[in-house]
């Protein structure tokens, strides 16, 4: 089942250049960056609710073969498709929910910039980590990426739960119990198109 933001995130896609979009990146170098440092080129790596994102196009560059981008908006999903145009030919875009999505293979590596930071109700983030669960193949890493504890209370005009790195690590603790191994953490900052300060923070947890 689509979730009712579905529209909205349609709008943004279809009403604004996406380099004008809060959370644009050219080169999404952090997520890149914690990508390569867990798994190798081979490795099948998901982006959940990676909108029109460049990272697909940064890891095809970086030599990776196996990406699946899954998203709620067809429309952030056909940008990224006619960006890549050939290059893009063997991604596997899926236009999901991914609190209801049914993981159809294992995954070794699961990447969220944004995207966990608006499941604001207990039962949402719960679904949402049984995917996680069953998703990654045991030994694979999940890195999320949301507003930390002193970032924006809202993105994209929608509200957010934020969390401090500790947070985050207690949440999966809660609602995935024994699932996860915290391997890191930090805080950085984005600065968006019109020049505005974020602050995030990312974990990364390896799937036991
Ligand atoms: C702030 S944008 C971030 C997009 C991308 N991760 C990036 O860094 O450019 C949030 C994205 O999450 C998607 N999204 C929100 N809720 C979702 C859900 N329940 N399932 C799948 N995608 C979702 C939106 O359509 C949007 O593309």
Redesign the pocket.
Known sequence: MK?D??PH??A??AGSALDR?????AV?ER?LSLIRGAVSPGAAVI?????????PDALLEAGFRDLTV????AE?LALSKARLGPRGKNVDWQV????S?QPPRPYDLWH????FH??TGRD?RAA?LARMVKALAPGGTAIL?TFADDGPET??GLPVRRYAPDAMTDVIAALAPGAFRPEASGRFTHVTPAGGEQRFQYSVFTRV
Request: glycine letters at 6%; a negative charge; proline letters at 2%.
């Open positions: 979730d933001t579905t995130w349609d943004r896609y979009l809060s959370w644009f990146e999404p997520s982006d959940v609710g990676g909108g029109a994102s460049r990272l899954l998203d709620l908006s952030a999901a929910d991914v609190t999505w969220d910039r944004a995207v608006f499941l949402a949402y990426m993105c994209s």
